[in-house]
């Protein structure tokens, strides 16, 4: 199984800025692409982007120019970096990784357990 741990949450104002970071762990062969989604009170779960292994991104319009995403320490980890923060990014922010456990194995897609952001005055 593989194991994603994500850290950085926390309350920032508006127009501040917020870096939150994941690290995989466990039985890992490969990992194709890592990234975040996010889930708002009462909203669907909605993809913020995500980094492949070769280093191309994708991200929602709503963050486009604002959030970054770059790979850490490492093939296993992965860093949101969050600027200009709005209200409407307040947000339980949910780390994925596609992966798979053994050369034999098809690729899954695992989640961390959330990180709670709230972007508020």
């Known amino acids: 199984q593989v194991q994603l741990e994500e850290s950085g949450g926390g309350l920032v104002q508006p127009g501040g800025s917020l870096r939150l970071s994941c690290a995989a762990s466990?039985?890992?062969?490969?990992?194709?692409?890592m990234g975040w989604y996010r889930q708002a009170p009462g909203k669907q779960r909605e993809l913020v982007g995500l980094i492949t292994n070769g280093g191309n991104t994708n991200y929602a319009d709503s963050v486009k120019g604002r959030f970054t995403i770059a790979r850490g320490n490492g093939e296993k980890t992965v860093n949101l970096q969050m600027d200009s923060l709005k209200a409407e990014d307040t947000a339980d922010y949910y780390c994925i990784a596609s992966a798979k456990t053994s050369s034999r194995a098809s690729a899954e897609l695992f989640w961390g357990q959330g990180t709670q952001v709230t972007v508020s005055s």
């Open positions: 466990g039985t890992i062969y490969s990992i194709s692409f």
